[in-house]
């Protein structure tokens, strides 16, 4: 009857293991750095929206918007490639004015923003389109 040596090739050497173990600290690293910007990103987002919706309930109480002058606003043809050509199609002449809406940034500052608006035609002559008679 013949007798087999085990052999030392039957496993992993330490330099192998060492290496495995290397490879997976760099792979945890870099996997909580990209949990730990994820989770960053996510508080930042919520501060965002939360600031947007105050600025958005403060739109409907905000003072009235203050005249700031008029503008005509003229449209164009253009083509495709967005070329106009110069062709005025109609202009219209609107007032515009502002309107300045309080908030509070992340730090519990008081902030305010200013929304640019369009206000409605001057309806003062009593005329159904309003306007010059």
């Known amino acids: 009857?013949?007798?087999?040596?085990?052999?030392?090739?039957?496993?992993?050497?330490?330099?192998?293991?060492l290496a495995a173990f290397a490879v997976f600290l760099i792979l945890m690293a870099v996997m909580q750095s990209a949990v730990s910007f994820c989770t960053n990103a996510q508080g930042k987002s919520k501060e965002i929206r939360r600031v947007n919706a105050e600025?958005?309930?403060?739109?409907?109480?905000?003072?009235e918007?203050?005249?700031?002058?008029?503008?005509?606003l003229r449209f164009e043809a253009s083509s495709f490639t967005g070329e106009t050509g110069g062709a005025v199609l109609f202009e219209i002449e609107t007032a515009l004015g502002e309107k300045k809406v309080p908030f509070q940034?992340?730090?519990?500052?008081?902030?305010?923003?200013?929304?640019?608006?369009?206000?409605?035609?001057?309806?003062?002559?009593?005329?159904?389109g309003g306007g010059e008679p």
Do not use: W
């Open 1 to 17: 009857m013949k007798i087999r040596s085990i052999k030392a090739q039957g496993g992993e050497t330490l330099v192998e293991v």
């Open 55 to 63: 600025i958005c309930r403060n739109f409907q109480t905000a003072e």
């Open 105 to 128: 940034d992340g730090e519990g500052e008081p902030k305010h923003t200013i929304f640019y608006l369009f206000l409605p035609a001057d309806t003062s002559a009593g005329e159904p």
């Open 65 to 72: 918007a203050v005249p700031t002058g008029n503008v005509t």
